[in-house]
T-cell receptor, first 109, second 116 residues
Framework: GENVEQHPSTLSVQEGDSAVIKCTYS??????FPWYKQELGKRPQLIID?????GEKKDQRIAVTLNKTAKHFSLHITETQPEDSAVYFC????????FGAGTRLTVKP | SAVISQKPSRDICQRGTSLTIQCQVD?????MFWYRQQPGQSLTLIAT?????????ESGFVIDKFPISRPNLTFSTLTVSNMSPEDSSIYLC?????????????FGPGTRLTVL
């Protein structure tokens, strides 16, 4: 089955800097890659997703890139703000969704 | 996106008892899932709730421990049976919208379970 690895487990950046979170997956048949943001005590919220027929997708300060050959995808957050502080989960899906272990992002004001 | 509610939002239970968690969606959805999230951990898929047939369980999860019902396209229940402290966790239902497989999943607010 699918195995998703996520790095780093924790990330601390200064407000205004960029943050990058990377994930690798094992199942070459996976074709859907969402990213979720989970604030403390809240449900995971979808922030961006990408499908395997696309290499990059952007939504304001958030972008995701996908390299199918290398089986890795990344989340990029630019101009970080304190409210970006949360745990971020990547996932890979080919019918069954598997999640990475999560990255705790802290944005220092 | 779908509006998803769960009941109860939290509960404290004694070991050996059972708790049934309800998940209600405001629109008909094909796929519903149940996840477990232990403190500080990632999301682990327990099972896919199939409408009109038995749920499909992931490795490590069995029907006797986590019976699931899915009577229609907007509702599902997960029961945590014969609970022990190790079952203390957040349980989340999730729904997949759209008609295509690997469509976007949205999560319910979760049920925080503490077993004493």
């Amino acid at each position: 089955g699918e195995n998703v690895e996520q790095h780093p487990s924790t990330l601390s950046v200064q407000e205004g800097d960029s943050a990058v979170i990377k994930c690798t997956y094992s199942d070459s048949a996976s074709n859907y890659f969402p990213w979720y943001k989970q604030e403390l005590g809240k449900r995971p919220q979808l922030i961006i997703d990408i499908r395997s027929n696309v290499g990059e997708k952007k939504d304001q300060r958030i972008a995701v890139t996908l390299n199918k050959t290398a089986k890795h995808f990344s989340l990029h957050i630019t101009e970080t703000q304190p409210e970006d502080s949360a745990v971020y989960f990547c996932a890979a899906s080919n019918n069954d969704m598997r999640f990475g272990a999560g990255t705790r992002l802290t944005v220092k004001p | 996106s779908a509006v998803i509610s769960q009941k109860p939002s939290r509960d404290i239970c004694q070991r050996g008892t059972s708790l049934t968690i309800q998940c209600q969606v405001d629109s008909q959805v094909t796929m519903m899932f149940w996840y477990r999230q232990q403190p500080g951990q990632s999301l682990t898929l327990i099972a896919t709730a199939n409408q009109g047939s038995e749920a499909t369980y992931e490795s490590g999860f069995v029907i006797d421990k986590f019976p699931i019902s899915r009577p229609n396209l907007t509702f599902s229940t997960l029961t945590v049976s014969n609970m022990s402290p190790e079952d203390s966790s957040i349980y989340l239902c999730s729904v997949e919208t759209g008609q295509v497989s690997t469509d976007t999943q949205y999560f319910g607010p979760g049920t925080r379970l503490t077993v004493l």
